[in-house]
Structures are given as C-alpha cells and as structure tokens.
C-alpha cells in the first residue's frame, strides 16, 4: 500500500521507527470516511487537526489545497471507493512529520439495522487531562477497554469521568433521546468534539430538535428511550444494549437524523 510522508509517496515500509511519536505516542491523527472515492469532510478535520496541533506544540506546514491534491491522488492509487484515509502528525527528532494512508476499512450495512452493544468501562476519564479533548495517538486506555469489550461479548465501551458522569466510547461519541429531546455529554466532561458530532448539531438545529449538552450520570442514559453514537467511519449508530439494558433503535428522531447526514455525506 502507498502512503504519503512528508512531500513524498512512498512503500509503507519505508517509515523510520526511531522518533518520538514512536517512542512516547507524540502525535495527533484524523480518521476521514472514503465514500464513492471521495473524502467525507475533509475540511473539517483539517481544521481539527490544526487547532490540536498548536496546544499540543506540533507543526502542520501543509495547505489544504496541496492536501486535497495528495489525497486525491492516494485514493486514485491504491483504489479505494469506499474505505477510510488516515492523517497523522507525528513529532520528530528534527521536524514533525505528515503521514497519510488509506485503508479499506468499513462498517458492515447490517449492523446500522441492528444495532450495537456497549458496556460501561469501570474505568474513568480524566476531564482535566491536557490531551483529553484532542485525538492524540496516546490512545492505549481506549484500544485496551475496546479490546476487553469484545471480549464479553459487546462491541464498545462507555467511559465515565472522574465525577461519575457520561463522556464518550472508546471510538465514539454520544447521545441519547427521551421525550424528542436529544442530549449528549458536554466537551469539559471529557471528550473528543467530533466531526460528525458537529453535524448532528448542525442537524438538530435545522430540524427544531432540542440537543442538550451537559453533565449526566450513567441512569440519566439508562433511563433514556434510545442511543447513537457517532465517528466519522460509521456517521450515526444505533445502540440496542447498554450492559443489560436494551433501548429502541428504530426511534423517530434518530432516523430522521440519520437520513439528514446520510444527505449531507452524499450532497
């Protein structure tokens, strides 16, 4: 597979291993969706990137005109019709590297029909953390609560912060729906802002849909009618159980946001 690194395309195995962000998971990355050959808000992610690169001390020296051109030309490439793109910004010895790859990674159609189990982490999220709230490379906790997930049996993981309220999944943010209203936890409870988090938002907003951001406990998301979670490889995903609870997931709001982002995505 060809990726790019640092103003050239090249073999895979070509990247060096001896630098910081190897030895000490210093970097920041974006997951972008390949739909129909084509890169799903790529802007936006860019913009994202950005932002974390400044608190965190790394250096992006790269337009996003030339990032389009190059982005481009790796999905021509390696053939990629629908799949996922890569971003990372890796710290070096001398400079900070620009890698990008592409990966034929996708969902399965049928899981968006029946839904997917979480199970809430005994783990907790530090809301004060520095990186907290920037999609770092430091991502062992979240591989690790994913990984022992799977393994009982459910796809993801829920984590509370250290104040016992709601945050994220290891790979997902999310919301949940009681009386129309839709709510889902605040960006200083702990979490990534995601992409697609900001379209269901933007959605709420063009649809009159109440979205409330806020601090809430593990019954308030118990006791709810149904639950999606969002990233930019998946969109929108229903949630049939949290532990042993089961929720709706062919709720009415839910759809109609779905629908929504699946026209954005297309459009």
């Known amino acids: 597979m060809k990726i790019y690194l640092d103003e050239k395309i090249i073999e895979e195995n070509q990247v060096s291993l001896f630098e910081p962000w190897l030895f000490y998971g210093y970097g920041l990355f974006e997951t972008i969706k390949i739909f129909q050959g084509k890169t ?45 793109l890569k971003f990372l910004l890796l710290k070096g010895l001398k400079y900070d590297h620009l890698l990008i790859n592409t990966n034929f990674k996708k969902y399965d159609p049928e899981k968006y029909n029946q839904g997917l189990s979480i199970k809430i982490s005994e783990r907790r999220k530090n809301e004060k953390s520095l990186i907290i709230n920037h999609k770092s490379t430091n991502y062992l906790e979240n591989i690790l609560e994913k990984e022992a997930a799977l393994k009982e049996g459910y796809t993801d993981a829920l984590f509370l912060n250290s104040k016992e309220c709601l945050t994220e999944t290891t790979v997902a943010n999310i919301f949940f729906i009681n009386k129309k209203e839709i709510y889902t936890p605040s960006v200083d409870a702990g979490i990534l802002p995601g992409v697609v988090r900001e379209k269901v938002f933007y959605i709420a907003r063009q649809k009159n849909i109440v979205l409330k951001e806020g601090y809430f406990s593990k019954e308030k998301i118990m006791s709810s009618e149904a639950v999606f979670i969002t990233n930019s490889l998946m969109g929108i995903m229903p949630i049939k159980l949290i532990d042993n609870q089961k929720f709706n997931i062919n709720n009415e709001i839910m759809s109609e946001i779905s629908n929504f982002y699946n026209y954005l995505m297309e459009g």
Do not use: C, P, W
Not at 59 to 83: C, H, M, P, Y
């Open 40 to 84: 799903i808000f790529l802007n936006e992610h860019y913009q994202r990137m950005k932002k974390s690169s400044i608190v965190l001390d790394l250096k992006i020296n790269i337009a996003l005109s030339k990032i389009i051109e190059i982005t481009d030309e790796l999905i021509k490439i390696n053939k990629i019709q629908e799949g996922s």
